[in-house]
């Protein structure tokens, strides 16, 4: 087997990538305050061509070298925007009709990989991450309409905040656009 060459992947140009069709999936990062965690956030976010970032309150905002080491350019091609708040992005996103869903350990959260199996109305989906301590806002959580989680089965309680993103991006794609 021989690996191909990034010229062999033939991947989209950035102005490509802002004409493609996107996944109907906006995420909402709440007080992420790493902004290593960040760009990772954006790579994978291109890697899937989710529609847009909502950066809420501490999180960080392009341009930074920070989040350019982890977003290797990631952060040029995925749309974003920068809210005050969580809250504010929610109601915005509720308001142009996404289903907003936190990642969280909640009373009552469906497991990711179930979450499909029920019919779902909306079209377009939101998904909160949260700060790599607390978590997403019980505020926040609060005027979401659904908490997904990932189910674990090790001694801690938690992921790291990029790396639980991938995972709930890639079960969106595997249902939205496989």
């Known amino acids: 087997m021989k690996k191909l060459t990034v010229l062999e992947?033939?991947?989209?140009?950035v102005s490509e990538f802002k004409q493609a069709a996107k996944m109907p999936l906006a995420l909402v990062l709440d007080d992420v305050r790493s902004m290593y965690n960040v760009g990772s956030v954006f790579?994978?976010?291109?890697?899937?061509r989710v529609e847009r970032i909502c950066l809420c309150g501490i999180t960080a905002c392009p341009p930074h070298p920070e989040i350019h080491k982890t977003a290797l350019g990631a952060e040029d091609s995925v749309d974003w925007q920068h809210f005050d708040t969580a809250l504010q992005a929610v109601d915005s996103l509720r308001e142009q009709g996404y289903e907003v869903l936190a990642l969280e350990?909640?009373?009552?959260?469906?497991?990711?990989?179930t979450f499909f199996q029920q019919p779902r109305a909306a079209q377009k989906f939101a998904l909160v991450l949260g700060n790599e301590v607390k978590g997403v806002q019980q505020a926040v959580v609060d005027q979401c309409d659904a908490c997904i989680e990932l189910p674990q089965f090790g001694t801690k309680h938690s992921l790291n905040v990029s790396?639980?993103?991938s995972i709930a991006i890639w079960e969106f794609?595997?249902?939205l656009i496989i």
Do not use: F, H, K, V
């Open 9 to 13: 992947m033939n991947r989209l140009s």
């Open 43 to 48: 790579r994978t976010a291109d890697a899937y």
């Open 105 to 113: 350990q909640c009373e009552g959260s469906i497991p990711l990989q």
């Open 163 to 165: 790396c639980a993103a």
């Open 173 to 175: 794609a595997r249902n």
